[in-house]
Structure formats: C-alpha cells, structure tokens
C-alpha cells in the first residue's frame, strides 16, 4: 500500500496525464468547434469504469462522462469484451451519450494482461447530420431527426480501423473531413493517456495502481461528506423556467428540492415538467451531471474532483420529466435543461449557505449554426456557442461576457470564422446595461453580428431566457434577456429564441445579444464610485 505522500503524488500524475490528454486534442482537432470553443473534455478512469482524474474542461462533460461509460458497460458491451488497443464510442444519448454531436470514445489500459483503467474523450463534432446543420435542430420532436445515432461499438478492435463504420459515419454528416479529424484526435488523445497510464502502473505494479485509484475515491468521498456535514440540515426549495421548447410557447417549469441531512444531500426534481414535445429534454445522466456541478461549487474547501465526490449525493428525478426524458424524446438542446437545474439547484443553496452562491449566470448556451451555400452548391458549417455575464456576488459584481457554471467554452475569432466561410462579423462586444442592477452588479452579456457573403445560408437557432431572465439575490435585480434579430435590406425583424432552418440570403445580418446576469443586493446601496464608474466605462447608459 502507498504512503499518503506517494498517494498523492500519484494523483497529481493522472490529473497531469488527463491534462496531456487535453493538449492532445487541442493541438490536433481540425473543426472550429473543438479547436477553438474548446468543446471537449478528457478523463480517466479506473478499471471498474469510476472516473478518478479529469482535465479542466467542461462540467457538462466532465461530471457526466463516468455515468456514460458505466451504462455501455453494464448494458452493451461489459468489460470482458474489451481488449488492448480497442477503442469503444458511442454518441446515442439513451446508451450512453448525452447528445448526438458529442461523441464519446474510451479506450482500455492493460498491463501484464490485466485491465488497470480506461482513458476517455468526449468531442462536439461539428456536424452529424439529421434535419439542421450542426445536429441542433430546434424543432426535432423525436431523437431520430437530430442526426446519426452510433449505438456502443469498437471503431477501433486491437489497433485496427474499422473502415467500414467510419465509412457509414462519413457517409451521413455535412462535414466527412472535419468528422474524421476531430475522430483522429480523439484517437490520438486516447493513445496518449493509455500510453501514460501504463507507465505509470508500470512503475507502481499492477496491485497497488489500483489499490490507490480505490483509495483516491475513497479520500474524496471523506472530503464531500466533511463539506456537505458544515451546511445546515433542512429542506430548501427554488424553482426557475425554461421559455419554451420551440414547439409550444408555454415556460417549462424547473424546480429542485435540496435536502441536507447530516453528511448526505439529496435533490429532489420531482417537481419538474414534463417531457417536452421539442428538443429540450435531458437523460437522468445529462441532469445528474448539473446537481453533481452545483454540490461542487459550493464546496468550502478544494476536494479533488472524481466520482467519489458524487456518493453522498442522491438525484431523485422520475422517468418522463424534461429532466429524465424517455425515448425517443429529441434532446439536442439538453444543454437548456442542465443550465436552468445549475441556476435552481444554486438558488435553493443559496437559502442554506447565504454569501457562497452569485446570483444567476446567464444559463443557456446560446448555440447557433449557419449553413452557408455558394453559388456552385459548396456548403460550409458554422456552429457558433455564445456565453453572457455571470451573476453578481455578495461582495463584487459578475464578470461580463464570461463563460460561467456547466460551461467552459472559449469564442470562435472572427477572423477564423472569415478566413473558412462567407461570413464576415460585422459588430462583436459587451452588451451596454445587460447586467442586473444591485448593490453589486451582474456581469454583462454579449452581442455579437454575422453577415452572409455566400449566395444563400440556412440559419438554426437553440437560445434561451428571451422571457425568464436570470433572477438576481437579496433584492438584485434580473439581468436582461436574450434578443435576436435578422436585418435584410434595412428592415430589423425579431426572433423568438427558438429558430429552424431559415433561410437567408446575401446581405442578411443575424444579430444575437446574450443575457447579462442577475443583480446581488438592493441597487439603492449601490456606491456612487461604482455607479460613476459604470458609466464611464459604458457598462450602463449615461
């Protein structure tokens, strides 16, 4: 057995190798989406399929990974299957996955004959087919039209590319060549952590690399029952709301009741609608990833992130709400739902641990796509994620323009975006007066204008807060909401935030403008330095 020293200088190694991972696939992506958003994530698992080391990427992913692989495990493919140099994927959000343009690749790690763990990637690919460019169609009403659904299977068995399958892939996606090179480095990313991994239980032996991994869970899980044992017990409640689903104009509630109990904490989501007829619904492990995100950034001291974190906490969502949709409920815009559970779930903590949790972020992922068409028929993708401005503390004002709580995505340059496709970004930058009034102010949101240069382009849109705004604390007031607007020959027309396939032609201008967030404390004890500062900055109007 390690001594703690040697215990924890072995963590940090995974954690470093998840990290390596991370580079890997940064360096070597090809679509605009993963190279430069940065929408992708990488893990490590132990051999039972327990997450026990991650970069630092994305919460959605990250927290959401684990429960991903442990489901092709249990139902599709059980471990006894794997062999060296296999690499498993999957995408299909009811056997795993969480949505179809994110696929999910693992790769096992033996030595000396024995599995010792499992290296995983997660990619947003740029496109993979169904009734929108992108995969994020908004008015799909049933998973079969969000695009090519990949069940568990080996892409790659003993080292080897099964060219057959890559065909089929290739064959039903806008983008073949962007698909493939974000698929090659994944492949890469996974080489490298599997090659990492071995070295190191090398160096340790096969017994006591995973004796250690057990015990790395294990400390965490001590850490989070420490954690959640220093807040009050008691039951507290909050809700928010969805817009709509794009189907129907009617708000969808969301509502989570926290229960803390000693060194345990249970969050009830009973309380939540239905299952939308539109593409706005979340799997159990899409929702689980939101509550296990939210008991983390509360947490009064660091805990190294792993699934023994998640043991103390129990999710209570029953089959058939938006929370724990049913198949084949369509669920591109899953993102929708976990955003709106973070901002619920810190909302009712907010009642247990006053002074710890902001007011609400601006909680959507404002993901837009374009298809832009030429006049010989070439076709171009552009999958576009905007953020807004992060909630108001009790002691400073939100961050603007920030990406904030389930995400961790960077911007597509503009130049970038000009240099691949007939678009030109005619306007970028922070949204005057879209923070939330209070004595501290919420962060900013966006806006953000794309011209078409091509002859036609075909425009998606799956926004949200149009109609809740993020709600401000202590008396703070909501930021503002969403807009979106299409500008043709001089003449401005607003969107609702739900938009599927429109058709645009040369000239057009789409503009998007992000919520800011909410508001901490009455504006009325705002001080007159911050308010005159404000406004020379131009974070207000004069």
Not at 308 to 322: F, M, V
Not at 339 to 347: E, K, Q, S, V
Not at 500 to 516: A, C, K
């Amino acid at each position: 057995m390690m001594d703690p020293v040697a215990l924890e200088i072995l963590r940090n190694a995974l954690t470093a190798a998840a990290a390596e991972m991370d580079v890997t696939v940064w360096r070597t992506s090809r679509s605009t989406v993963v190279r430069e958003l940065l929408d992708y994530s990488t893990a490590i698992f132990d051999a039972n399929g327990e997450n026990i080391a991650q970069a630092a990427r994305i919460p959605q992913h990250l927290n959401s990974m684990g429960a991903g692989l442990l489901t092709v495990l249990r139902d599709h493919m059980p471990a006894e299957r794997w062999r060296d140099g296999d690499v498993v994927i999957t995408n299909d959000p009811y056997c795993g996955g969480q949505h179809i343009p994110d696929i999910l690749a693992f790769r096992p790690v033996f030595l000396d004959g024995v599995r010792v763990a499992i290296v995983g990637t997660l990619c947003h690919h740029l496109d993979m087919g169904g009734m929108a460019a992108g995969s994020y169609a908004a008015a799909a009403t049933e998973v079969f039209q969000e695009g090519l659904r990949i069940p568990p299977l080996k892409l790659v068995k003993a080292g080897v590319l099964d060219e057959d399958i890559l065909a089929m892939m290739r064959q039903n996606v806008r983008r073949p060549e962007m698909l493939w090179g974000d698929l090659q480095a994944q492949l890469a990313s996974l080489a490298v952590g599997e090659g990492n991994i071995r070295r190191l239980a090398e160096r340790t032996g096969v017994a006591a690399f995973v004796d250690a991994c057990a015990r790395m869970l294990d400390g965490s899980e001590r850490a989070m029952r420490a954690m959640i044992a220093r807040i009050p017990d008691g039951r507290y409640e909050f809700e928010d709301f969805l817009d709509n689903d794009g189907i129907s104009a009617d708000p969808i509630r969301i509502h989570a009741a926290v229960e803390v109990h000693g060194e345990e904490i249970t969050v009830d989501l009973s309380g939540c609608g239905k299952q939308a007829v539109g593409p706005v619904n979340a799997t159990l492990a899409s929702s689980s990833s939101a509550v296990s995100y939210c008991i983390m950034a509360v947490a009064d001291t660091e805990i190294p992130a792993n699934a023994g974190c998640y043991r103390p906490i129990r999710t209570i969502a029953p089959e058939g709400l938006i929370v724990n949709a049913r198949h084949p409920a369509p669920v591109a815009n899953r993102v929708a739902v976990t955003h709106r559970l973070a901002t619920t779930i810190l909302g009712a903590l907010h009642q247990a641990i006053p002074g710890r949790v902001p007011a609400a972020y601006y909680g959507v992922s404002y993901v837009c796509s374009f298809q832009t068409i030429k006049e010989d028929g070439e076709r171009g993708v552009l999958v576009e994620i905007e953020v807004g401005g992060s909630g108001a503390y009790d002691d400073a004002d939100g961050l603007s323009g920030y990406t904030f709580g389930m995400h961790n995505n960077f911007n597509i340059p503009a130049e970038m975006i000009e240099s691949e496709l007939p678009l030109t970004v005619t306007a970028y930058g922070l949204l005057p007066g879209s923070g939330g009034a209070g004595r501290h102010r919420g962060g900013l949101g966006l806006f953000r204008e794309w011209r078409i240069d091509s002859a036609e382009a075909i425009f998606t849109a799956n926004l949200e807060r149009f109609t809740h705004r993020p709600y401000g604390l202590e008396g703070g007031e909501p930021g503002r909401e969403g807009r979106l607007f299409v500008t043709r020959e001089g003449e401005r027309t607003a969107y609702g935030s739900k938009v599927n396939n429109l058709r645009l032609r040369r000239g057009d201008v789409v503009r998007l403008e992000t919520s800011g967030g909410g508001g901490y404390g009455s504006p009325e004890t705002r001080s007159e330095a911050a308010r005159q500062r404000d406004t020379a900055l131009g974070y207000v109007a004069a």
